[in-house]
């Protein structure tokens, strides 16, 4: 067993959590902690089963005896710990936090059988619920609400973003550029920053970059739960999923083989995420409503893109990751593969649609840029930082 | 086709960038951990005060004197808004319609009440 299986597995423990609690509440009609106990202590074990199908990767046992696990934790324990510092800073989390994810928890753990009346309450507009299940799941172990599982959930998100894009490299390039794949990632300001703020984000992009890596590694069932859990995420994380599926079947493979363990994995997620979609009603306060009116606005396009530039590109809370990693991707472009082509493309086509979006929202445009292009760029940043890093010659290779 | 020297290069620079960016992070935790007070407020804890008034109650209204010409993308609106909803769920506040239901939680200049409804 590869290390990095460990870190795929953790994500598959915490979407395992998020589905028992779908069901317990859907089954049994409000927050029940028996349920969702025994659903896990029944359940739990077969991921040891799912984690036992999962061939080692030759290129990982080639390695493994080179990554350290020691090396590993000695260099990250300072990131690890800014983490905590920053979680520890806002223990209730910033805005979206408090008043989305863990509003949404609270709801489901205080209200009983009218926990339904929350699915008619979409202030933040229909966003899907991974990281409210996650947290009430958390209670139902805890017995009461408190503020340390959201704390522990965002550390918990985080490390396994680190670990895997550190282990998800190895066996990919030496362990010196794996490593500092890891440390730049962990040395972005905004990224430990907002990990740490208790957002859905990280999970966005845990769960991009798990399905990214269990596609490229052939754990076709595995990727497609991850990317069921993607879309369980946050809307964003659909969009991205869909896009990148499209252009996987398109760019990179149509074979029956391997798209029906995919597919069989995407469709044990689904109902998690169509069911609570279809029951949501209401968006009074209506910050997700686009008109096509807009599109036609070149002072809008012009004023996202100068925005994007100062914010983002040129933007210091992003340690230089939106320079380095287009500069590095395009040096070493001989070196890309297949599958770094198609997602590159894919993220591609996601900023466009986003771009668009952003141009045509019916609300404060302004605003909605200040509060939420960050965050659409800090959920692709890891994914960004492992086909950088993933192309990167060895010292020793030329070209 | 790149050098080794060229690469190494690159290595030391990412190597300084992140050095630097690492420093960047930790003087900024300092100035935010000296900025903030020690105590970590619930969010809405002034509101606590009108949860037994709602112990049982669904759906409140929620009102504000503070106008606004787009309240729903406005901090000084929102804020306390959602704060309340948090403080107080699983009672769910209607912004939108504030006296449509049988309590409304006033948030005015006079201060924090829970107001009943006379006319329903």
């Known amino acids: 067993m590869s290390i990095v299986s460990l870190f795929l597995m953790a994500g598959a423990a915490a979407g395992l959590s998020a589905q028992v609690m779908f069901y317990s509440l859907f089954l049994s009609g409000k927050f029940n902690p028996a349920i969702v106990i025994t659903a896990h202590v029944v359940l739990l074990p077969l991921l040891f089963l799912l984690n036992r199908s999962i061939k080692s990767d030759t290129r990982d046992n080639n390695t493994r005896s080179e990554i350290s696990l020691y090396v590993f934790f000695g260099v990250f324990v300072l990131f690890v710990a800014l983490l905590i510092a920053w979680v520890c800073l806002r223990p209730y989390g910033d805005w979206d936090a408090w008043a989305l994810w863990n509003f949404r928890a609270n709801f489901i753990f205080r209200a009983g059988e009218r926990w339904q009346d929350i699915l008619h309450f979409n202030l933040h507009g229909h966003q899907p619920w991974f990281l409210p299940f996650l947290i009430a799941s958390g209670w139902a172990f805890s017995g009461h609400e408190d503020m340390f599982i959201p704390m522990a959930v965002a550390v918990l998100a985080t490390v396994l973003v680190i670990g895997l894009v550190v282990y998800g490299l190895s066996g990919r390039v030496s ?9 730049y990632l962990c040395s972005i300001p905004y990224f430990l920053q907002h990990a740490a703020s208790q957002y859905a984000d990280i999970w966005v992009a845990y769960y991009l970059l798990a399905a990214v890596i269990g596609m490229e590694r052939g754990y076709m069932f595995l990727s497609g ?38 597919m069989i994995g995407l469709a044990c997620i689904l109902p998690s995420v169509l069911i609570p979609q279809m029951l949501m009603t209401g968006d009074p306060a209506g910050i997700n409503k686009v008109s096509w009116v807009y599109l036609g606005d070149m002072g809008r396009w012009r004023d996202f893109v100068q925005f994007f530039f100062q914010q983002v590109v040129f933007g210091k809370h992003w340690g230089g990751l939106w320079i380095i990693a287009p500069l590095l991707l395009a040096l070493f472009r001989k070196r890309w593969d297949k599958y770094t082509k198609v997602y590159l493309c894919s993220l591609a086509v996601f900023l466009v649609i986003f771009m668009a979006l952003y141009v045509m929202v019916c609300n404060d445009f302004q605003w909605r840029m200040a509060v939420s ?27 | 086709m790149h050098s080794g020297s060229f690469k190494k290069t690159l290595i030391v620079l990412i190597v300084l960038l992140a050095l630097v960016n690492t420093g960047g992070q930790i003087c900024r935790l300092l100035e935010q951990k000296s900025s903030l007070s020690s105590a970590h407020p619930y969010p809405g804890a002034t509101f606590l005060s009108l949860r037994p008034g709602l112990k049982g109650v669904p759906m409140a209204g929620y009102f504000t004197d503070r106008t606004s010409t787009h309240p729903s993308t406005d901090v000084g609106v929102m804020f306390p808004y959602q704060q309340a909803q948090y403080a107080l769920s699983p009672t769910l506040l209607d912004y939108y319609h504030p006296f449509a239901y049988e309590w409304t939680v006033f948030n005015t200049k006079d201060g924090i009440k829970l107001v009943r409804n006379k006319a329903l």
């Open chain 1, 225 to 262: 739960i991850f990317w069921g859990l993607l879309c369980l995420s946050k809307n964003e994380g659909m969009v991205l999923a869909v896009v990148m599926l499209v252009a996987v079947f398109m760019g990179i493979t149509r074979s029956k083989e391997l798209w029906r363990p995919l």
């Open chain 1, 175 to 183: 362990r010196g550029i794996a490593l500092l794949a890891g440390v």
């Open chain 1, 373 to 399: 292009l960050d965050r659409l760029m800090f959920q692709i940043a890891p994914l960004m930082v492992y086909l950088t890093w993933k192309n990167f010659p060895d010292l020793s290779s030329r070209g």
